[in-house]
């Protein structure tokens, strides 16, 4: 199993729309996820960290499922500047501490149309 | 603070030359990672360094390609020589350890690297 996969893409919605997107993780350990954004031909950055049950901020929450070994990104009222490629990130599958070290995920492209 | 810096942002050249590729983290932050993206694969580690001292370059493709961290404000990217399936963004990246979490990485604008 592959150490983090996500929902694959791209997803094309209208404006105002709720999209969702799911990741599953093989570290049964972890304790942190984040998920980051990159726009087209910039580099990721950080949306949310999640560390426990979930996280919400304004219209993007993020659930984590321990039993299940994932976690979502849920947009609601989708705009046009959310059009971007959304990163799930985990911590490698090691016991011990990597140190810093993270896992991306390949990337689900949302593109939102007026 | 600037953020992490990168360069050259874009560069060209041609099968067999060296490429050396710049990074100068974010002040004070004690990790520093070196990334390569591609469509095909994707956000792919290939070696980060904690205190200057690489710590894992399991993610290296081959012997062409060399990192070093000669001090806490600068790192290269050497790939000698270059062939054109090395044709990607190379993204520097830092973080600040806390106490064994995780901490956020802040990414670099990154190099986008062609050789033909």
């Known amino acids: 199993r592959k150490e983090v996969e996500q929902d694959p893409g791209p997803f094309n919605v209208p404006e105002g729309a709720t999209v969702a997107f799911n990741c599953t993780y093989s570290?049964?350990?972890?304790?942190?996820f984040f998920w980051y954004r990159q726009d087209c031909r910039k580099e990721p950055k950080l949306l949310m960290s999640?560390?426990?049950s979930g996280n919400e901020d304004g219209r993007f929450t993020a659930q984590l499922n321990r039993a299940s070994q994932y976690i979502s990104l849920l947009i609601r009222d989708s705009k046009l500047s959310d059009s971007a490629t959304y990163l799930c990130?985990?911590?490698?599958?090691?016991?011990?501490?990597?140190?810093?070290?993270?896992?991306f995920g390949q990337g689900t492209e949302l593109s939102v149309k007026p | 603070d600037a953020g992490v810096i990168q360069s050259p942002r874009h560069e060209v050249t041609e099968m067999g030359q060296e490429v050396t590729l710049r990074c100068k983290p974010i002040?004070?932050?004690?990790?520093l990672f070196w990334y390569r993206q591609t469509m095909m694969r994707g956000l792919e580690l290939l070696i980060y360094?904690?205190?200057?001292?690489?710590?894992?370059d399991s993610g290296m493709p081959e012997d062409r390609f060399s990192a070093k961290m000669p001090n806490a404000s600068f790192s290269t990217l050497k790939i000698q020589p270059s062939e054109p399936r090395d044709s990607a963004v190379y993204f520097c990246?830092?973080?600040?350890?806390?106490?064994?979490?995780?901490?956020?990485?802040?990414f670099g604008p990154g190099t986008r690297l062609t050789v033909l």
């Open positions: 990246a830092s973080s600040l350890s806390s106490g064994g979490a995780y901490n956020e990485q802040f």
């Open positions: 570290n049964s350990a972890s304790q942190s």
């Open positions: 999640v560390y426990s």
């Open positions: 990130v985990v911590p490698p599958t090691r016991i011990y501490n990597q140190g810093g070290k993270l896992i």
């Open positions: 002040s004070g932050h004690d990790y």
């Open positions: 360094f904690n205190n200057n001292v690489p710590i894992d």
